[in-house]
């Protein structure tokens, strides 16, 4: 799981070191490029807190969204509707609901690691 935060954290860096001017007709497919590694890093996160990560799945949830979300722009460029607006939703909606989760878990971590600490000092 550590391996995704220090990848999430690196991206941030070396986007901020070195920033790169997107032309408009690629700000679409970026915005969604970065929602679908948004969901893949949090799906991650939750997997690994929840003890079922799998590098493999990380990887291969990651290319997948990617290029799903991609040609759902690409063709709803070409048709003159805005089907990245249904990419947008599912992954926004993924996210956050991951983020609750990992929320959760890490909260429970948390009441239990304070219950053993306050049991033990009985």
Known sequence: MWIVVVGLLAGIVIGLAFPIIVPLAFAQY???????????????????????????TFVTGLLTNAVLAG???????????????????????????????????????WIKSRSKLHQSSL
């Open 30 to 56: 970026l915005s969604i490029a970065l929602l679908a590694a948004l969901d893949t890093v949090f799906g991650g996160a939750r997997a690994g807190l929840e003890g079922k990560f799998v590098p493999a």
């Open 71 to 109: 040609l759902l722009t690409y063709i709803g460029n070409k048709l003159g509707v805005p089907l990245y607006y249904a990419a947008l939703f599912a992954f926004g909606y993924r996210i956050f609901q991951n983020l609750g989760t990992i929320r959760h878990l890490l909260v429970d971590r």
